[in-house]
């Protein structure tokens, strides 16, 4: 079980909503729980998430996915909650039993069978309506968990669904005891299914995963593992709580701004930093730019005597938690193993930056980074990256 232990009980003099944005704030960074908010309400309610919750959960933990769903109907989200992906047997049961928790809370449900013809439909009435839609797969004779999980994702990609979570009592997959954050599902998969650490489940999750966002294609989808304990933590932060479980980034290189659309370039950064760019910032030229094929995130590096000079690295707010940062940074650190960069003291992925570098320092405004320099060339790029012109300014810059 998490040591972060479930979401707080609802004091009487606070609204719902109120409850829910206080815990989604306690948990570090309120500009994300807020961020995430937005986005998830700008889209229709049907393609907010899918919860698939597990057997062993519903008998265990029932009372937290109440408490969940109930904080998340308070917010006007309403998930596809699906039952009976590995258990059939038992779902129509707990659909019942849930439906009945649900309603003493005062959030409407509908139950629907996975096997009825116009699902979509009826699910997209459901969340349009303000009631939360619980999708049954019953037990059908020669049907195995990977068929169904094979439908799910049908209606998944029929309701343009952006993430599906496996509520899992145990959270996340782990390895050596460590909880395993991020899985690319295109290079990560082998190993992590032959680890005797992996149970029959997991497994199973994870090959359905693979097929899942496999075929979401061009839909950004991802799948996460996570504890009954901590759904709006997976939900509702940059960090999330659980195993994520996402397709590798497409990252294309480009040859200084050759094929680069400025516009969108611009607009990415704007983004990501709450600020645009200087128009100097396009006269020089750099060396090489590794984009997401979408423009969701973007590495611009600088070549120097002294080496590659990352001198942007961003991603997309919406984008951010989906494990762009690391595609992109494996994809230029292939063509650049000496690299340095600067941030500000108070960048946000500072803690991963400290991760990755082989040193740092910190100086007036700003944190050097370095990784594979040779020691004597250090102070030369510390000196080097503080000299360079400020691209993004803040205010009064």
């Known amino acids: 079980m998490s040591p972060d232990g479930p979401a707080p009980a609802q004091p009487p003099d606070l609204a719902p909503q109120d409850v829910v944005l206080r815990f989604l704030e306690s948990t570090g960074r309120p500009s994300e729980a807020r961020l995430y908010l937005d986005l998830f309400r700008a889209r229709p309610r049907e393609q907010f998430a899918s919860i698939a919750i597990d057997a062993n959960v519903m008998s265990g933990a029932a009372d937290a996915v109440v408490q969940d769903l109930r904080f998340l109907a308070a917010l006007d989200l309403y998930p596809t909650v699906v039952l009976g992906i590995f258990q059939p047997a038992d779902a129509a049961t707990n659909a ?61 990609r029929e309701l343009q669904t952006r993430k599906l979570l496996f509520l899992h009592r145990p959270g996340g997959l782990r390895q050596g005891g460590v909880l395993v954050p991020l899985v690319n599902l ?12 992996i149970s029959r489940k997991e497994a199973l999750i994870l090959e359905g995963a693979r097929r899942l966002c496999e075929e979401a294609a061009p839909l950004p989808f991802t799948v996460a593992i ?68 979408d423009y969701r995130g973007c590495a611009i590096l600088v070549d120097t005597p002294l080496g590659a000079y990352l001198t942007k690295f961003a991603v997309s707010p919406e984008a951010q938690g989906e494990g762009i940062a690391r595609d992109l940074w494996e994809a230029f650190a292939a063509d650049a193993p000496v690299v340095f960069w600067r941030a500000r003291r108070t960048n946000p992925i500072s803690e991963w930056y400290m991760k990755l570098c082989d040193g740092l320092l910190r100086v007036p405004g700003w944190t050097v980074y370095w990784k594979g320099l040779a020691t004597e060339a250090i102070p030369r790029a510390i000196e080097w990256a503080v000299r360079q012109p400020v691209d993004i300014p803040r205010d009064g810059e």
């Not at 998969?189 to 650490?197: Q, T």
């Not at 659309?261 to 990415?268: E, F, K, Q, S, Y």
């Open 96 to 156: 019942r039993a849930l439906a009945r928790q649900l309603g003493a809370e005062g959030v409407t449900v509908e139950a629907l069978s996975a096997a009825e013809n116009g699902l979509p439909a009826r699910v997209v009435a459901c969340a349009a309506a303000g009631r939360v839609p619980i999708v049954v797969f019953e037990p059908a004779s020669g049907e195995q968990p990977g068929d169904r999980l094979a439908r799910l994702g049908v209606l998944l």
């Open 186 to 197: 295109t290079t990560d998969v082998p190993a992590l299914a032959a680890s005797k650490e």
């Open 226 to 293: 996570t504890s009954p304990l901590n759904v709006l933590r997976e939900l509702f932060t940059v960090k999330g709580a659980g195993t994520l479980l996402r397709r590798g980034a497409s990252v294309v290189r480009h040859e200084g701004w050759d094929g680069v659309d400025r516009v969108r370039l611009r607009a990415l950064l704007a983004s990501s930093f709450g600020r645009a760019p200087r128009d100097a910032f396009f006269d020089r030229t750099p060396a090489r730019v590794y984009l997401e094929e």
